[in-house]
């Protein structure tokens, strides 16, 4: 991708590009091997600091991209624009493009009945579902799951395993050398997509307390990750007041 540039911050190396130059990036027939994005947000990089050795995950990384608003504000106050583009965001948009429709795509992680859904709302897509069942990274059932993804010989690959298993898993594909094609790790992306989730409304997105309504949402699941591990982050902010 031309026209980018690396960026550090929280000791991380943001790639910094447009909306349209990731759009681009993902839609065009993509080169030979396997490259794939992750998508730091708040919790991950508190996680990062807390078990240093998912560290090399995003070091493998092709790229780096912002998913939390909170993230870009605490970038803009060191001068920093972290051009923030939510990650269920990018899924999106890519799928709600018709050069999707010329690609083939890999789908890692939902069940059955939430990739019907999905070919539901896309029926032109050539969509391929890869089972991910509860799995440990190293286990039998994930050395399956690592060949039948590289199996789909997919240009774009969706891994919807959350934080960290499919960032573990992106890396394994690109150390085996036989997947091809790009990879996002996309999260919840694909039951934002589908219904399963509601994405926060507009206000809440454009005034970065798209937390508070995941928090209002589901507080039995997330009070721990906003609560105790969110406000971490402001310490690791100023930690790292030279990264």
């Known amino acids: 991708m ?29 080169p030979a091997g396997f490259r794939y994005l992750v998508t730091p947000n708040v919790d991950h990089v508190v996680q990062l600091s807390k078990r240093p050795e998912l560290g ?6 092709d790229w780096m991209m912002c998913d939390s608003r909170i993230l870009e504000r605490l970038g803009r106050l060191r001068g920093i624009d972290l051009a923030c583009y939510p990650g269920a965001d990018l899924v999106q948009d890519l799928m709600l493009d018709p ?7 890999a789908v890692v992680g939902p069940d059955a009945e939430r ?11 050539d ?15 994930w050395e399956r799951t690592l060949a039948a993804t590289e199996e789909v010989q997919a240009d774009l690959t969706l891994l919807c395993i959350s934080f960290p298993k499919q960032e573990i898993f992106a890396r ?36 970065s307390t798209e ?7 589901q507080p039995g699941r997330l009070w721990k990750r906003y ?12 930690r790292n007041a030279d990264k």
């Open 211 to 217: 937390w508070l309504y995941r928090l209002l949402s």
């Open 99 to 105: 050069r999707s429709q010329a690609l083939k795509i």
């Open 227 to 238: 609560l105790v591990d969110g406000p971490r982050i402001f310490a690791i902010y100023l």
């Open 56 to 61: 090399p995950l995003y070091e493998a990384a």
């Open 2 to 30: 031309s026209d980018t540039t690396k960026i550090q911050f929280l000791a991380l190396d943001f790639t910094i590009a447009s909306r349209e130059q990731w759009r681009d990036l993902f839609l065009s027939p993509p």
């Open 127 to 141: 969509l391929h579902l890869v089972e991910a069942p509860f799995m440990t990274p190293g286990s039998p059932e």
């Open 115 to 125: 990739f019907r859904l999905l070919r539901e709302k896309f029926p032109d897509h």
């Open 172 to 207: 394994d594909l690109k150390t085996r050398g036989r997947a091809r094609g790009q990879a996002i790790c996309a999260g919840a992306s694909i039951d934002f997509l589908t219904g399963q989730q509601k994405r926060a409304p507009e206000i809440f997105r454009k005034t």
